[in-house]
């Protein structure tokens, strides 16, 4: 039975729950919210069947082609999952971090975000991160810094290891501050970072002093958090990452032709293809490509990309693909698809609608104190680099504000 009102109706991006508004929106971000609304008010049973197609189609006074986009909608996100058989079904899944930040990541990819602003948005959220490290060190923690510098310092050597081990000092500094709205946001920053140009790409001398000095930088951030003091960490913060831009724009310097710091969409992004090779990824790199002609021929909002048969073509991708690399880029604001005789893709407005929701359902699922994300958005607005106009900050901001007015927050 569906049970949800539309004040229940917790968005993942989209339409109004409003079923009376339902022709004014697509049919599918209706269907995505229903769903995500009766999963929340069931207080998130992972593993629990919904119910079968037939029965959903039923409750939800829907055709097949909308309730399939819908779920799809929410596939994406991570928190359903359609099984097939006797015993299938639409299934509640637990919304993983990874899925929450490669979101996160996307928009911002997408949206043309700059090498200085993602350095800038992941000063202010580390500069947090020690913050919390620092007042929520345990034992435990100081044991798992403590390796992760040392295993930093054994790969000091090693090329092949030692962005990973760099980047893992870091992330154990997160996982110490223990705040999962933290985690998200860091994640994503951390995932663009290497997806401008994988570290291993810089030239051998900067890539040599890149590594020397970042380890000492990642060394005074531990022996700070050990010592409990947040100002020297946040110091040590502060010259790794400046060191890291600084690096970045030289490599530049030296091959403009591979490296970009002005936008990831329309350089080489030779990493991220990299990172999403396999069948699995076609949609998402084809939404890439698709984006990437939009800047490229600088086609302002409202002009047409073309339509699908000559996109297909175009791309010599299969239907399948082609749609879900839409569906993608629906989600994240990029484009809107019109249908009849002048139909096609056709540019959007910027709309972080998809991924805020994605990312409030992930702090209702984990069940955030709103408390708890107020010093973050207080960081945030304090900043310096959000005063700039940051897009990955103001972005986190609108997920925290969203969160603390939300009933599910209250």
């Given amino acids: 039975m569906d049970r949800i009102s539309p004040a229940q109706s917790h968005s993942p991006g989209g ?88 979101l996160i990541r996307g928009y911002l990819e997408l949206s043309d975000i700059t090498f200085r602003e993602v350095i800038d948005a992941r000063k202010a959220i580390e500069a947090h991160a020690v913050t919390l490290a620092v007042e929520r060190l345990t034992p435990a923690g100081a044991r798992d810094l403590e390796l992760a510098i040392a295993t930093a310092r054994a790969a000091k050597f090693d090329r092949s290891r030692r962005s990973g081990a760099y980047f893992d000092v870091l992330r154990t500094v997160e996982r110490v501050a223990a705040d999962p709205c933290l985690a998200i946001f860091d994640e994503a920053l951390h995932r663009i970072t290497i997806d401008f140009g994988l570290h291993e790409r810089l030239p051998g001398d900067l890539w040599s002093e890149y590594s020397e000095r970042g380890l000492r930088s990642l060394e005074n951030l531990v022996e700070a958090v050990l010592a409990g003091d947040a100002a020297a960490g946040q110091r040590a913060i502060e010259a790794l990452l400046s060191r890291m831009d600084d690096y970045v724009h030289r490599a530049e310097g030296a091959d403009a032709g591979l490296w970009t710091t002005r936008s990831f969409i329309t350089g080489a992004y030779l990493s991220a293809g990299k990172l999403l090779s ?18 490229r021929q600088s086609l302002e909002v409202g002009r047409a990309i073309g339509a699908e048969p000559e996109l297909i073509a175009r791309y010599g991708v299969s239907r399948a693909v082609f749609r879900e690399a839409v569906r993608m ?65 103001e972005l986190f901001e609108r997920v925290l504000e969203a969160y603390s007015a939300s009933p599910v927050a209250a």
Avoid: C
Wanted: proline share 5%.
């Fill in 15 to 102: 339409p109004s729950a409003d079923p009376a508004a339902a022709h004014r929106d697509k049919l599918a971000w209706w269907v995505a919210r229903r769903l995500a609304g009766r999963i929340m008010l069931d207080g998130w049973p992972v593993g629990a069947r919904l119910g079968t197609e037939a029965d959903l189609l039923a409750q939800l006074g829907v055709s097949r082609e909308p309730f399939r986009e819908g779920v799809r909608l929410l596939e994406l996100q991570g928190i359903v999952r359609m099984t097939r058989g006797p015993r299938g079904g639409l299934l509640v899944t637990a919304p993983a971090l990874e899925v929450v930040s490669g």
């Fill in 278 to 295: 396999g069948t699995e990824k076609a949609g998402l790199r084809l939404a890439y490509r698709i984006t990437a002609q939009v800047r």
């Fill in 329 to 393: 880029l629906e989600f994240f604001g990029v484009v809107e698809v019109r249908r009849g005789k002048e139909g096609g893709l056709v540019v959007a407005q910027r709309d972080p609608s998809g991924t805020v929701g994605s990312a409030l359902l992930y702090l209702s699922f984990a069940g955030i104190d709103p408390a708890e994300t107020g010093a973050l958005l207080a960081q945030i607005r304090s900043s310096s680099e959000h005063r700039g106009g940051n897009p990955a900050l």
